[in-house]
T-cell receptor
């Protein structure tokens, strides 16, 4: 079983749609959780951290369920510029070693 | 302008050759990391360093070496022992103030075999 699992997609959605991604992780000792965005042939960029109480940043909402060991990302009112690969990332240990999911590809269309 | 600088952007390696990828940060971050990304795969950790003059192997350290002589610099050498070096290499850094601090990435080096 992979440490971090994501549906690779692609998710093809029209502009304005709401789309949700889920991610599961296997290490119950994981401490921190993040969503990164990666554009084609570019470096990953931090989208948002994920907190136990859930958190929102504009059109983006992240949720963490420690009991079930999954993380979610909700994007409302999708824009063309949201088209990218979204990486679920889990940090473990004192060195904050990151384990990456393989990413979920989102394509927003007109 | 604060950030993480990787160079070169593209690098070609001949058989049997060692090559060194540069990573410099001026963010005063304590920890630095090297990852490798292959097409369709997630990032995999090669080496990391939490403090100057100390570093640890990640999940795929074989065929690679690093040094951390200065806080701002963490070069990665891809040795001839790495038989499949073609990949996208990403350097990251992080302020070590607890587990909730995220890592920030440089814009990567693409390495190919000639």
């Amino acid at each position: 079983r992979k440490e971090v699992e994501q549906d690779p997609g692609p998710f093809n959605v029209p502009e304005g749609a709401t789309v949700a991604f889920n991610c599961t992780y296997s290490n119950s000792a994981s401490q921190s959780f993040f969503w990164y965005r990666q554009d084609c042939r570019k470096e990953p960029k931090l989208l948002m951290s994920v907190y136990s109480s859930g958190n929102e940043d504009g059109r983006f909402t992240a949720q963490l369920n420690r009991a079930s060991q999954y993380i979610s990302l909700l994007i409302r009112d999708s824009k063309l510029s949201d088209s990218a690969t979204y990486l679920c990332v889990v940090a473990t240990g004192t060195a904050s070693k990151l384990t990456f999911g393989t990413g979920t590809r989102l394509q927003v269309t007109l | 302008d604060g950030g993480i600088t990787q160079s070169p952007k593209y690098l070609f390696r001949k058989e049997g050759q060692n090559v060194t990828l540069s990573c410099e940060q001026n963010l005063n971050h304590d920890a630095m990391y090297w990852y490798r990304q292959d097409p369709g795969q997630g990032l995999r950790l090669i080496y990391y360093s939490q403090i100057v003059n100390d570093f640890q192997k990640g999940d795929i350290a074989e065929g690679y070496s690093v040094s951390r002589e200065k806080k701002e610099s963490f070069p990665l050498t891809v040795t001839s022992a790495q038989k499949n070096p073609t990949a996208f290499y990403l350097c990251a850094s992080r302020q070590d103030r607890g587990p909730n601090q995220p890592q920030h990435f440089g814009d990567g080096t693409r390495l190919s075999i000639l």
